[in-house]
C-alpha cells in the first residue's frame, strides 16, 4: 500500500513548522472545502484533530466552512465531536431518495425536503451546543444571489447562472456582480456580537451575519444547496432578502486571504487535494488553481494521487456517484465504505507525522 499522506505548505507554515514543528495550540485556523462526497475521506482526519489533538489545548479555533465543509465544521462544535463524525459519516453514506415509478432522478425540491429532514435528524434539539461551543468559532460560508438570481425560477435560474459564469471568466471580481459571499458566524464569547471573520473581505463582495438559533438550520441548508441540484433556501432571518445558494459557488476550497495570530500561525487545512481552488466556477481555470500569498500560514493535508488510485474505481467518492449506481444503494455503500475505511491510513499517518515530524516530507503549497 502506498503512503496515503502529502502535506503542502506555504512558507510562513514551513518555517513555523522548521522551528517548531506542529503542535496544536499552533493551529488557529480550519478551512473546510466544498466537494459533496469527497469530503468523506477526510472523516477520519476530522475525528483524530477534533478528538484527541486539538483536545490537548485550549486557544480558540475559527472553523470556516462551505457546503459539506460547513457541515463538517458544525459537527466539530457538538458535544463529543468524534461520536458526531461518526453518524455524520453513516448519515451520508446512506442517504437515499426513493423514486416513483418512471421517475429517473429526484427533483430539486425533493432533494430540498429530505435534505431540510435530515438536519433536523441530525442537529434537533443540539443547535445550542454548536452557538456555545466555548473554543471553537463557526463561520458558514453561503452565496447569495443578486439580480436574476435574487430568487430562483425555471428560466432565471439558469440565466442568472450564465451571466455569473460570464461574469467570472472576465474576473473573479466581476463574479459579485451575480453573487455575494454571506458569511453566518457563531456569537462571540463573553461581551456578546458576533464572532470576527479570520480572513479579509477584500478580495471579493461579502457580508457577515450573526448565528442564531432561528436561521442556523437555513444557513447550513443554503451553504449545501447546490444549484439545479436543491432549492435555494429564502428568507434567512437576520439576513438581507434573496436566494441563497452553495457556498462553494463563491468560495469552492476557500482560497482567502486568512488573518491568523501570532499565537496560533498555523492555517491548518484537511483537503482532498493540493489544489485550492477560490470559486466553483474557476474549475476550468487552471491559472486560479495557484497558490498565493494569501495562503502563505497554510499547511494543507492531503491525500496522495498515487494512494487515490488504490481506491475503490480508483478514484475518491463523488457526487456523480448518485447518477452512477441510481437506485443501487449497496453498491454505493459498498464503494464510498471501502473508501472511508481505506481513509483511516490518513489519519494514522498524520498522526504519526505529528510526533515526529519529517521536515523532508513538507512540499511547497
Known amino acids: 500500500m502506498p503512503p496515503a499522506l502529502r502535506l503542502y505548505a506555504g512558507p510562513a507554515a514551513r518555517q513555523h513548522l522548521q522551528q517548531h514543528g506542529l503542535r496544536p495550540q499552533d493551529v488557529g485556523i480550519i478551512p473546510a472545502a466544498a466537494g459533496g462526497p469527497k469530503g468523506l475521506v477526510l472523516g477520519p482526519l476530522d475525528r483524530f484533530l477534533f478528538g484527541p489533538w486539538l483536545g490537548a489545548s485550549q486557544q480558540p479555533v475559527h472553523l470556516v466552512g462551505a457546503s459539506i465543509g460547513a457541515w463538517r465544521m458544525a459537527t466539530a462544535c457538538l458535544n463529543d465531536p468524534v461520536a458526531a463524525f461518526q453518524r455524520l459519516e453513516t448519515d451520508y453514506i446512506h442517504q437515499h431518495y426513493e423514486l416513483p415509478p418512471g421517475q429517473k432522478r429526484p427533483t430539486a425540491l425533493q432533494v430540498s425536503e429530505r435534505f431540510a429532514d435530515n438536519l433536523q435528524l441530525f442537529y434537533g434539539g443540539r443547535i445550542a451546543e454548536v452557538l456555545r461551543q466555548p473554543r471553537f468559532r463557526l463561520h458558514i460560508v453561503t452565496s447569495r444571489g443578486r439580480h436574476l438570481l435574487g430568487r430562483d425560477g425555471r428560466l432565471r435560474t439558469p440565466l442568472g447562472y450564465l451571466g455569473a459564469y460570464a461574469a467570472n471568466a472576465f474576473s473573479r471580481q466581476a463574479l459579485g456582480s451575480w453573487l455575494e459571499r454571506v458569511v453566518f458566524s457563531s456569537p462571540a464569547p463573553g461581551a456578546g456580537g458576533v464572532s470576527a471573520l479570520p480572513f479579509s473581505t477584500q478580495d471579493f463582495r461579502t457580508r457577515q451575519v450573526a448565528m442564531a438559533e432561528n436561521n442556523f438550520m437555513d444557513a447550513l441548508q443554503a451553504s449545501c444547496s447546490i444549484p439545479f441540484v436543491l432549492r435555494p433556501v429564502h428568507g434567512i432571518a437576520g439576513a438581507p432578502p434573496g436566494a441563497y ?52 500560514h497554510m499547511l494543507v493535508i492531503a491525500p496522495d494521487p498515487a494512494w487515490v488510485a488504490t481506491l475503490p474505481h480508483g478514484r475518491l467518492p463523488d457526487r456523480n456517484d448518485f447518477t452512477r449506481y441510481g437506485q443501487d444503494l449497496p453498491a454505493r455503500v459498498k464503494a464510498w465504505t471501502g ?27
Open 245 to 296: 445558494w452553495d457556498g462553494g459557488i463563491t468560495d469552492y476550497h476557500l482560497h482567502l486571504r486568512y488573518l491568523p495570530t501570532a499565537e496560533a500561525p498555523i492555517v491548518l487545512y484537511p483537503h482532498f487535494q493540493k489544489a485550492v481552488v477560490p470559486g466553483w466556477l474557476d474549475k476550468g481555470w487552471k491559472s486560479r488553481h495557484l497558490a498565493s500569498p494569501a495562503l502563505d
Open 339 to 365: 473508501a472511508v475505511s481505506a481513509s483511516r491510513q490518513l489519519a494514522d499517518e498524520f498522526a504519526a507525522w505529528v510526533e515526529r515530524p519529517d521536515l523532508s516530507r513538507i512540499e511547497p503549497l
